[in-house]
């Protein structure tokens, strides 16, 4: 059965986003039941968080058509999930219906968006159905995204291209199977309907999977209009959620603020490590679980160049790769002055405690970032020439068009005994040359077995990633032509990104236009 709640007002001329449950589109009451099956939802978010969101229903899709079900993901939501049938997914993550159990709902949130505070963002496209638990005991969010207009549309269609669903299907996707935390595609559905941005597209809906959708930019909305009372109700909320061992702690909130600082400084960097851009870091895409969220401009770097950029509207390169660190640390200062009032009475005392942790992000990201690039060297142990050591073959792909992909994957032909591999992606080959003795050097301080060793750095230098030239060729061949062919066996190549497989050397390319100009763009 839905919840029964209070006849809800629909929304007037003025959007008064003081008393969020005024607003809504539907009078459960007057809705009846459905035949669909009961999903297996509990969901503590419309439980506990009123005035926290709108309830709200999807816009209908005139012609519903089943895209892509991911049926792994399915058998891990349960076995209802994994039972349901084509026309049943179709009917539900259309938005077409509400199963039993589901409780639509548009939440609140703000964010700064490429340094400029916005009070009011929110799901102006998306709508949270409700929340799984599910075989392994975690729970998870399932939202639709794409799903029309909500209060929080702003000038906005709340519809999504198909390209770009298509595209965080399979991101994220490729994400996952890289083994970094990220949002996860269930299902893509096309609605049959056309939307219209530079011309007319056609429209789908994306179901995405996530271990919430809490942002930085929640709590944000909440503290910038002083209501500290519901701040603290929302990292209750998260603590309880995402971080339920502090809940104890002397001081939870600032244990709060520290658990989403380690999440985050290890989230991005994983992303350093596969050479991974976002692309549009604002505080409203960055989650307080440390997944990956929000797959628009996203794409990986090609040749090795800190600077790269691909987003077509990030003019001032806010969010190029090597800034990725940087501006996690800038978010989450964002989050640690929306936690001010709750982390002690005094707010200078609140702010020198924030303070101190933000300052010591650099170096918990730089301890997350330098454990990965060790073991992407093939190094077991720690020493402390490993940062410069790491650094060093940076900085000897810089300016050399070295694809990074595959200069980091080719170390372990060099570990194995052939250097050439590797060698013949440098134009001048000075530099890794000598590298290459110095980092001999450091491996033989471990006894380990070449071949034991090469295979330690093959788990962990993927072979396969989401080469945007790939993307894009399976991204059109999917919209322009309808064959879904490219894009399902691309997505079947990046699921296994560590293991190399006869016949799909043509995946594992460098993009032959070296990719350096290549441009991203909003998924709106
Ligand atoms: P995003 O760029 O997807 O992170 O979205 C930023 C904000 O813009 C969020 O509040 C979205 O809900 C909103 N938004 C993005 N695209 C649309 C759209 N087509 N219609 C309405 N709102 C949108
Ligand atoms: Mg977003």
Known sequence: MRHSRPLYCYPGSV?????????????????SPTDLPVLNFDNTFARDLEGFFVPWDAAK????ELLMWNDALASELGPVFAALKPNEIVDIFSGNSVPDGAFPLAQAYAGHQFGGFSPQLGDGRALLLGEVVDTAGRR???????????????GGDGKAPLGPVLREYLIGEAMHALGVPTTRALAAIATGEPVYREGALPGALLTRVAASHLRVGTF??????????????????????????????????????????????????Q????????????????????????????????????????SSIDTQGRYAYKNQPLIAQWNLARLAEALIGLVDPEPEKAVQLLTNLIEG????????WLSGMRKKIGLIKDDVGDLELVNDLLSAMEGQNVDYTLAMRRLS????????????????????ESWLKRWRERLAQEKVMDEERGMAMDAVNPIYIPRNHMVEAALSSAVASEDFAPFKKLLDVLRHPYRERDGLEHYAQADPSDGAHYQTFCGT
């Not at 008064?16 to 809705?31: E, G, I, P, Q, V």
């Not at 909305?221 to 995402?242: G, M, N, P, W």
Request: with cysteine; glycine share 4%.
């Open 413 to 432: 032909s060099a570990v194995r005994g052939d250097d050439q591999p590797l060698c013949a992606l440098f134009s001048d080959r000075s530099d890794i």
């Open 220 to 269: 944000q909305f909440f503290a910038a209009r002083q209501e500290t009372d519901k701040v603290r109700q929302l990292a209750d909320y998260a603590i309880a959620r995402h971080y339920p061992e502090l809940k104890e702690r002397d001081q939870p909130y600032l244990a709060f603020f520290e658990a989403v600082l380690q999440a985050q400084a290890k989230l991005v960097a």
């Open 361 to 368: 992000f650099p170096e918990v990201y730089t301890e997350h």
């Open 140 to 154: 998870r969010d399932i939202q639709l995204k794409g799903s029309g207009r909500t209060p929080f549309s702003r």
């Open 15 to 31: 959007l008064d986003f003081s008393s969020l449950k005024c607003l809504a589109n539907r009078n459960d009451a007057l809705m």
């Open 271 to 310: 992303w350093m490590q596969i050479g991974f851009i976002h692309g549009v870091m604002n505080t409203d895409n960055t989650t307080i679980s440390g997944e990956t969220i929000d797959y628009g401009p996203c794409a990986f770097m090609n040749i090795y160049v800190p600077d790269t950029v691909f």
């Open 61 to 64: 899709s005139p012609k519903p």
